[in-house]
């Protein structure tokens, strides 16, 4: 697998290896955590979410990890395939429904 | 897909004229939301609603205004449109309640301001 940096535009990996996408949120208050891949001309999709009571939730070939002291998100996924070529978004709230807070993005590249 | 049609897909228009985005829903879902999508600002949220007749401002509010008489529209006006306002306009729609619950998002209009 490999690690970016945080707030990286681009991440490029080779078809079959594991992609880590890193997100860092801005509020301490924020209780609930979503990823979105966003493939072109689509909306964002629902991928996987997690609560502040949690730290890792796994999915179908997903998985969020939450750490809270360094205010740090990522999405982790196995066996990257061409299908997971998008652009994904982490995003927060902080309880309630009154909107999200989405980050810039990062764009997930898949090399044959 | 969620059941959420956004119309029109595509709009061009003229500074200064009033537009007006629609969002219908089959989900019978409490909350809608409307967010913009710029390069470099991700997606921003408008307003929303959290209810018939109940909304509220987002981030991005100025030069906005929305309605929801019934459950299932969510309407986005632009009273007089302006060139900064040329984005993609996503709804989206939530359960919501006391446990949070994910939004799900339609397929957006571009709207281009000339």
């Known amino acids: 697998g490999e690690s970016v940096g945080l707030h990286l535009p681009t991440l490029s990996v080779q078809e079959g290896d594991n992609s880590i996408i890193n997100c860092a949120y801005s509020?301490?208050?924020?209780?609930?955590f979503i990823w979105y891949k966003q493939e072109s001309g689509k909306g964002p999709q629902f991928i996987i979410d997690i609560r502040s009571n949690m730290d890792k939730r796994q999915g179908q070939r997903v998985t969020v990890l939450l750490n809270k002291t360094v205010k740090h998100l990522s999405l982790q996924i196995a066996a990257t395939q061409p299908g997971d070529s998008a652009v994904y978004f982490c995003?927060?709230?902080?309880?309630?429904?009154?909107?999200?807070?989405f980050g810039k993005g990062t764009h997930l590249i898949i090399q044959p | 897909d969620a059941g959420i049609t956004q119309s029109p897909r595509h709009k061009v228009t003229e500074t200064g004229t009033p537009v007006t985005l629609r969002c219908h829903q089959t989900?019978?879902?409490?909350?809608m939301y409307w967010y913009r999508q710029d390069p470099g600002h991700g997606l921003r949220l408008i307003h929303y609603?959290?209810?018939?007749?109940?909304?509220d401002k987002g981030e991005v509010s100025d030069g906005y205004s929305v309605s929801r008489s019934k459950t299932e529209d969510f309407l986005l006006t632009l009273e007089s449109a302006t060139s900064s306002q040329t984005s993609v306009y996503f709804c989206?729609?939530?359960?919501?309640?006391?446990?949070?619950?994910?939004?799900?998002f339609g397929d957006g209009t571009r709207l281009s301001i000339l």
């Open positions: 989206a729609i939530s359960r919501g309640g006391a446990d949070n619950q994910p939004q799900h």
């Open positions: 989900e019978n879902h409490r909350y």
């Open positions: 509020n301490s208050a924020s209780d609930y």
């Open positions: 609603s959290y209810g018939v007749k109940d909304t």
């Open positions: 995003a927060e709230n902080i309880g309630g429904a009154d909107g999200l807070t």
